[in-house]
Structures are given as C-alpha cells and as structure tokens.
C-alpha cells in the first residue's frame, strides 16, 4: 500500500477530481436514500448500540474489486477497506474512507474519499478518514456502549454463506494454517476494547435483506431477465460433437454483453449423467446426440443474482423417450408452480401440490416403467417433506432467511429435479418467483420451459455459428 497524504491535503488535490471520481466508488444502481433507509432500520435494532462492518479488502490482482454484501447492502461505496460505524443513541452512521492516493489514481482512476462531495454522495451523516477509526471506536467503547457487528464471513461475488463458513472453519482447524476470518478478528478486537461480548449484527441485517425492495426487485428481475438470454444462447450452441465449456462461453457473452460484473456461482453445464451431480461445474465432456443436457447459470448484476435452470436434447429434439420423462416433470412441476400463493405456509402448498400431483400421475400415459417409478419417487418428495420448497435468492444465488410462509417482498427459487437412479439421468428446470401482496410472480420466463420453445430456440443460428471458423477445436 502506498502512504496516504495527510487528511488536510487531501481536499486541494481531489477539487480537481471531483466530477470524474463521481463515477467510481459509489453505485449508480440504487439511490443513496435506499442505503439510509436501511441504515436506519439497523439503528432501531440495535437501541443505543453501536454496529461496526468492515467492507472488504483489495484483490491481491489484477482483477475489478467487489464489494462484500454485507457492506455493500448498507452503503453501496466499492471501495477496499471502508468501514461504517452505525451509531443507534446518536441516530447517525460514520463512513471511513482511506484517503487519496496518487498512485492507485493514477493506475485506476480516481475514487471517494472522505470528504464533503463524498458525503454527500452517498447519504451518510459524517465522513471520515479510515486512520480515525481505532480512535472512535475507543471513545464509543468507553462510553460502555453495546457493540455489534457481523459475526458471519464476508461473502462476495459467486458465493454464500454456507461456502464461506466451511471455508473459515477449514482455515481454523488447519494446522498448517489456523488463522481467523477478518471478522472474526474484528470481533476479537473488540471484544477486548469493551471488555463484553460483541453482539452478532448477522441476524438482524439479515432480516431486512429477507424482504426486497422495489430497486431490489429490478435488479433480481434484470439478472433473471439476463440469465434467460444466456442459457437461450447456449441452447443454439449445442450440437453433438460440442463441449460443454462452449455453452458457458455462449453464455459469458451475453452476460458481459448486459454489463454483468461477473457470475452468480460457477456455471453448472452437465451432459447426461453428469446431471446427478447438482452442483457440477467440471465442464469437460463431449456432447453426443441422444443425450440430455442440463444448463444452471445466472449473472451478477450490481450486486443482485437470479437462479436459472433449464434441460434440453443435445440433438435439438426430444426423442419419444425424453419427451415422455420431460413431459411428466413439466406437469409435476407446474402443479407445485400454480399452488404457489402469498401469505400461504409451504406445507400448506406441498400438500395442495401432491393432491394435483397425484391427478396428473394418475392420468398420464405412461410407456416407460423406470420414468413412472422416477414420477411417483418426484411426488412422494413433496408428500414426506411439505416444508422443503427451494432456497431465497439476492445478494447470493443462496440467499440469506428461510420461508416457511411466502411473505410479500420474497424471492426464492423452486428447483425439483426428476432422476432415474439407474441411468443417472435428471432432469431440472429452475426459476425464480417473486412474492406480492397478489401472487407469486415468475421472474424467470425469458428462456422457455416447453418442448415446443426449446426445439425452435434450438433451431436458431446463435453465435457459435457466427464464430464457427475461429471455434476452438479441442
């Protein structure tokens, strides 16, 4: 890091950068009131407390920073190692910045820094240089104030909180490693500034993030918006003799075409019997004609994420065999779809599913013995387990809360896969829904679901053929 000038030079260097710097730092996605109102809520939680979040640090790379989502959720600045310091008593937050350097300007642009402009830019009631930060925390810590802060690890970009925490355990319990997540080390230290225990502010940020905002409701219906066109540009890529690596490449272009600052989770792009394993991300194989390919990916668009999978024939069209597995799963999963509704417990919609479920089995004509055994096993899912209905979705593809009712300002994604044990084969669509005051809304209806959709998807020219005489040939 280079040495930072002294906080009183730094407003004579930065009056020239004002406008520009305008640009970096502060997201243009939502407006800084959004960031207050939830800075707000965090006040009445936390009484006359003190709530203190790091964000993250810089990449050790050439690589664009990402803002961790828990500070980013509370601020939108994007840059390394701001800290806010949420005063509940005095009913005011303190954003500290680092301070100008020349250098990092000169390599990258220039950003925020505490002053004035900056204030005022993102909403907060004081800005502060980051070197003033042990010195606050001591005044308010003497004060014997109640600290919070959030006790889970930072999760970034393509990530969530499960991934994170078996990460930071792993470390711990290394003997050749051992160390400690920053925010553990936070509240370690600040357990020894106060000489009491730090409270966890996880919970409670959590609970605000359970239910979406309208600016946040855009962004998720964007990503989904986006996530469609992807896994669509991968259907017209797919042709026998192709890997499954070229379909995530189709659909990169697309999200990087939408400005997507990057992915929601790694793609999962499976041919055949690599669908079984849920979270396959190797990419490697070979598509042949006869098979079924699954597709599972999503962009992160300004910190918000979708959820997205589709199946399809690697050939183009459904054999008579995939259309009879295909064609039951569709109705099985539209019964669990249509039994959605708002303010209604997830057992009590397992329950009206299996009713429609166990209708639709028992008209279907069924010509395979292995697919009506893999049917009535899909329903009997539903039947044993009423309160498993998929996972919220936002900031992370697996988002923070859990639904036992769907409550208005929800987004959660329904993921049934329908497997044949014996042949490895799976099939699964995913979407993401939206939870009003009136229904439950499907954000995901860009890449169709149908038969019919997918084979005319298939039969249009994507991009691979606009490529074709540069492809690699692996």
């Not at 003033?132 to 889970?152: C, D, I, K, N």
């Not at 605000?208 to 991968?234: D, N």
């Not at 394993?277 to 004609?289: G, L």
């Amino acid at each position: 890091m280079h040495s930072l000038a002294p906080l009183g030079t730094l407003l004579i260097l930065a009056v020239p950068l004002s406008t520009a710097r305008a640009q970096f730092g502060f997201t243009k996605a939502f407006t800084p009131a959004e960031f207050s109102a939830r800075r707000a809520k965090i006040m009445e939680r936390i009484g006359d407390g003190v709530a203190v979040i790091q964000g993250s640090a810089e990449i050790p790379g050439s690589l664009n920073f990402r803002q961790g989502n828990q500070f980013f959720y509370l601020t939108g600045v994007e840059v390394p190692r701001s800290v806010l310091i949420i005063d509940g008593k005095a009913h005011s937050s303190t954003l500290l910045l680092p301070g100008f350097n020349a250098a990092e300007v000169h390599n990258g642009g220039p950003v925020i820094i505490p002053d004035e402009a900056s204030r005022k830019m993102v909403g907060v009631e004081h800005v502060m240089h980051r070197d003033s930060v042990m010195a606050m925390l001591t005044r308010l810590a003497a004060e014997g104030r109640q600290f919070y802060a959030p006790f889970g690890g930072e999760v970034r970009g393509a990530s969530y909180t499960s991934h994170v925490v078996a990460y930071d355990k792993a470390n711990a319990a290394d003997p050749l490693d051992g160390r400690l997540s920053r925010e553990q080390q936070l509240v370690m230290k600040l357990n020894a500034l106060t000489g009491k225990d730090v409270q966890d502010l996880d919970p409670i940020e959590n609970s605000l993030r359970a239910l979406k905002s309208p600016a946040e409701i855009a962004a998720i219906r964007e990503a989904s918006r986006v996530a469609g066109l992807g896994l669509m540009e991968a259907m017209r890529v797919t042709k026998p003799g192709r890997y499954e690596y070229q379909l995530g490449a189709a659909a990169d272009f697309v999200f990087r075409n939408h400005n997507a600052q990057g992915f929601g989770y790694g793609a999962i792009i499976a041919v055949d019997t690599n669908a079984v394993w849920i979270h396959y991300r190797r990419a490697q194989s070979q598509m042949a004609a006869g098979s079924m390919l699954l597709m599972d990916y999503a962009p992160d668009i300004n910190y918000y994420t979708s959820d997205v999978t589709r199946s399809w024939p690697v050939s183009g069209k459904f054999t008579p065999r995939e259309r009879e597995l295909y064609g039951i799963y569709i109705k099985l999963f539209q019964a669990v779809e249509s039994s959605m509704k708002p303010n209604v417990s997830v057992a009590d919609i397992s329950k009206e599913a299996v009713a429609k479920m166990d209708r639709i089995f028992a008209d279907f004509h069924f010509t395979d013995p292995k697919i009506k055994t893999a049917a009535s096993l899909f329903i009997d899912k539903y039947r044993k387990a009423p309160r498993s209905l998929g996972h919220t979705v936002g900031m992370a593809v697996h988002d923070v809360g859990s639904f036992p009712v769907l409550t208005p300002g929800m987004v959660f994604a329904l993921e049934p896969d329908l497997t044949i044990p014996d042949e490895r084969l799976s099939v699964r669509i995913e979407n993401v829904y939206l939870v009003t005051d009136t229904k439950v809304e499907n954000l995901s209806t860009e890449a169709p679901v149908d038969i019919d959709g997918i084979e005319r998807v298939m039969r249009e020219q994507g991009i691979a053929e606009h490529a074709a005489p540069r492809m690699a040939q692996p």
